[in-house]
Nanobody, 120 residues
């Protein structure tokens, strides 16, 4: 399974970006999809997750009300709409998907990461 991320870049404070992460390869079933981020010198942290049904999304307190996670199951793609960006949102953003194989085993995959820089 390969995850390809896109949409990162440089944006001014208060601006917006939309990240995308598309999964390809042999995929039997995708469960939870999510976004994580890692700033320089800090541990990777959860940003947002969305279950297979699309409801009950989960957000880090620091992004609630500003970021929105969504998914398109037909395209095996997860999105992160980021509004009102702040300098402290600067980080490498990684997507993660949890899957179930045809034999019932569970495993996960990570994207390669995309840089988001918020600066004037």
């Amino acid at each position: 399974v390969q995850l390809v991320e896109s949409g990162g870049g440089l944006v001014q404070p208060g601006g917006s970006l939309r990240l995308s992460c598309a999964a390809s390869g042999t995929i039997f079933s995708i469960n939870t999809m999510g976004w994580y981020r890692q700033a320089p010198g800090k541990q990777r942290e959860l940003v947002a997750t969305i279950p297979n049904g699309g409801g009950n999304t989960n957000y880090a307190d620091s992004v609630k009300g500003r970021f929105t996670i969504s998914r398109d199951n037909a395209k095996n793609t997860v999105y992160l709409q980021m509004n009102s960006l702040k300098p402290e949102d600067t980080a490498v953003y990684y997507c993660n998907i949890e899957m179930t194989s045809g034999t019932g085993s569970r495993y996960s995959a990570w994207g390669q990461g995309t840089q988001v820089t918020v600066s004037s």
